[in-house]
């Protein structure tokens, strides 16, 4: 009896040690696979930076740095051509900023509202809409902005046009605002149950909670929300190329036309000639848009991985 018992638990155990060394073996080939793809990523990206630098960068053999980069006037295909990005980098900006000053408020407040104060079947058509609009692709808002939004401006405004910065700025506002209340939303829903239990407890009505306690603790996730937005934003192409004028000049208000860097690589990359200094400027603008969305995204991911280190 003894040695049935035994030589089950051998089996027992030997049948344990082969399931064990699978799982290792299976653990072992999902890492390193793992390893690999996240290695392959970032390969990929040094790949994208080392031909935009080898490219961009010549353009510095025919134009000066203090040219390309505080010149006022870009006309690549005039009888003499000048590659002054500050025209587009301030149209970029400007087109941000608007759209920012737009969603940001929105945006967080909507997330507020459907986070703490909706009724659950409100909740649920709220997110399929902002669903949605994350759906609607960029040409369609184009089209919209052409046909609906450039004249509303240009009436409202009293202008001679209506595709101004400011019609660039209202489309690309309800590009970033899904992004903006999605991620923000997920902040405040993350918050412990407690924060909001001992605001009520202590005697605090619902909107103070939700303005002094709850806000305060989902701030680093709201930040996030607001940069990432920013990111979007700034690399919207198809949209503001079709509403906002493509003047390149420098905005002084947002009620003019105004050029952003996408808008300028998408139009003028088709009828360049390789090799030549336009064809380098156009890269060396995408130098510079890929550094400023790089800077938004890293300040977005400390700005979260801040947020998790408090929340734990």
Do not use: C
């Not at 630098?53 to 740095?65: A, C, H, M």
């Not at 295909?77 to 587009?88: D, E, F, R, T």
């Not at 001992?198 to 709850?214: D, F, N």
């Not at 990432?228 to 190329?241: F, K, N, S």
């Amino acid at each position: 009896m003894k040695e049935a018992v035994g030589k089950v638990e051998r089996v027992e155990h030997s049948k344990n040690i082969k399931k064990g060394i699978k799982n290792r073996v299976g653990e072992f080939l999902i890492e390193n696979l793992i390893f690999v793809l996240g290695i392959t990523s970032v390969l990929i990206i040094a790949l994208i930076f080392m031909f935009l630098l080898r490219t961009g960068l010549r353009v510095f053999l025919d134009v000066s740095p203090k040219e390309f980069f505080l010149g006022k006037y870009w006309f690549p295909v005039s009888k003499n051509p000048q590659y002054g990005i500050l025209p587009i980098v301030a149209g970029s900006l400007m087109v941000t900023l608007g759209a920012i000053l737009i969603s940001v408020p929105i945006g967080v407040g909507s997330a507020i509202f459907i986070s703490e104060v909706a009724p659950p079947k409100t909740k649920t058509a709220l997110k399929v809409i902002i669903e949605f609009l994350s759906a609607i692709p960029s040409v369609v808002l184009g089209f919209l902005g052409i046909v609906v939004l450039s004249n509303w401006v240009r009436i409202s405004f009293s202008l001679t046009s209506g595709f101004t910065v400011l019609t660039g700025s209202i489309l690309v506002s309800l590009m970033a605002m899904p992004t903006i209340i999605s991620i923000s939303d997920d902040a405040i829903r993350s918050l412990p149950e407690e924060y909001k239990e001992a605001s009520l407890a202590l005697g605090a009505t619902k909107w103070e909670t939700i303005r002094y306690v709850l806000i305060p603790a989902a701030s680093s996730g709201i930040i996030a929300a607001v940069m990432l937005g920013i990111g979007r934003a700034i690399g919207e192409t198809m949209t503001v190329m079709m509403v906002t004028g493509n003047a390149a000049q420098i905005p002084n208000s947002f009620l003019v036309s105004g050029r952003t860097m996408t808008a300028t690589i998408a139009a003028e990359m088709g009828d360049t000639v390789r090799g030549g200094t336009h064809y380098h400027a156009l890269f060396a603008v995408g130098i510079v848009l890929l550094s400023m969305t790089t800077v938004i995204n890293l300040i977005a991911d400390f700005v979260l991985s801040r947020a998790k280190r408090e929340a734990r």
